[in-house]
C-alpha cells in the first residue's frame, strides 16, 4: 500500500481563492512527522509546513495551514488567497518513528497546481 | 550560508560509464540523504548517513555507493550507468530533531541523463 496518497493530478485555481491539496498517510508508528515541499518549475525543493503526530494544534506557516485529521490520516495543505507564484508542484512528504529524522522521507507523487489569473 | 550545495547541475553519461555525484552542506547537519525524482513522481530514498562514517540503504539504492568521510560531504557513486538512472537527483540535509521539526533542506539537484 502507498504510504502516502495524493489523489489530485492537477488542480487549476483562480487567483486570489483558497486551495485545499489532499494528503492521506498510512503509518502504524505513533510518531511521526508531514511535511509540505513546494517545487517550482525551476525544479528545487522548497519547505513549506510541518506537522508532528503528537501537535495537539494544526501547523500554520503565513498563507499556508496544514489541516491534520489523524483518525482519518490526512494531512491536507490549504493555501490561502493564492498567488500567481504559487504555481508549482505540491509534495506531501512523511518521516515515520521518533528517529529524529535520520530515516529520510517518504513522499506523495504530487499534485501539479496552477493559478490563473 | 550556502546551504546545500550539489555539482555537477547537468550530465549527460553513456551506458556503462562511471561518475560522482557531489553534495556538500554547511549546515553542520548530521544527517543526509540522497533522493531520485524521476518524471511525474515523487522523490525516492536511495542512501542516508545520520553522521560521519555511517550509512545506509534507502528504498531504491541498487546501482549507487555512497561515502561519508565528513559532516559537510556526502558523494553519489554511479559505478555502471544504465538508462534507468535516467532522473534527478536531489541531495538533502538536516539537523537531529530536539522538540522541532526534523527539516530537510534540499540542493538544487544534478540532472541525469543516461544514453
Known amino acids: 500500500a502507498q504510504k502516502i496518497t495524493q489523489t489530485q493530478p492537477g488542480m487549476f485555481v483562480q487567483e486570489k481563492e483558497a486551495v485545499t491539496l489532499d494528503c492521506t498517510y498510512d503509518?502504524?508508528?505513533?510518531?511521526?512527522?508531514l511535511f509540505w515541499y513546494k517545487q517550482p518549475s525551476s525544479g528545487e525543493m522548497i519547505f513549506l509546513i510541518y506537522?508532528?503526530?503528537?501537535?495537539?494544534q494544526n501547523a500554520t506557516e503565513g498563507r499556508y495551514s496544514l489541516n491534520f485529521q489523524k483518525a482519518r490520516k490526512s494531512a491536507n495543505l490549504v493555501i490561502s488567497a493564492s498567488q500567481l507564484g504559487d504555481s508549482a508542484m505540491y509534495f506531501c512528504?512523511?518521516?515515520?518513528?521518533?528517529?529524529?529524522?535520520?530515516?529520510?522521507?517518504?513522499f506523495g507523487k504530487g499534485t501539479h497546481l496552477i493559478i490563473q489569473p | 550560508n550556502a546551504g546545500v550545495t550539489q555539482t555537477p547541475k547537468f550530465r549527460i553519461l553513456k551506458i556503462g560509464q562511471s561518475m560522482t555525484l557531489q553534495c556538500t552542506q554547511d549546515m553542520n547537519h548530521n544527517y543526509m540523504y540522497w533522493y531520485r525524482q524521476d518524471p511525474g513522481m515523487g522523490l525516492k530514498l536511495i542512501y542516508y548517513s545520520v553522521g560521519a562514517g555511517i550509512t545506509d540503504k534507502g528504498e531504491v539504492p541498487n546501482g549507487y555507493n555512497v561515502s561519508r568521510s565528513t559532516t559537510e560531504d556526502f558523494p553519489l557513486r554511479l559505478e555502471l550507468a544504465a538508462p534507468s538512472q535516467t532522473s534527478v537527483y536531489f541531495c538533502?540535509?538536516?539537523?537531529?530533531?530536539?522538540?522541532?521539526?526534523?527539516?530537510?533542506?534540499f540542493g538544487p539537484g544534478t540532472r541525469l541523463t543516461v544514453l
Open positions: 503509518t502504524s508508528d505513533p510518531s511521526y512527522g
Open positions: 512528504a512523511m518521516r515515520e518513528g521518533a528517529g529524529g529524522g535520520a530515516d529520510g522521507l517518504t
Open positions: 506537522q508532528g503526530s503528537y501537535d495537539q
Open positions: 538533502a540535509s538536516s539537523p537531529i530533531a530536539s522538540g522541532g521539526p526534523d527539516t530537510q533542506y
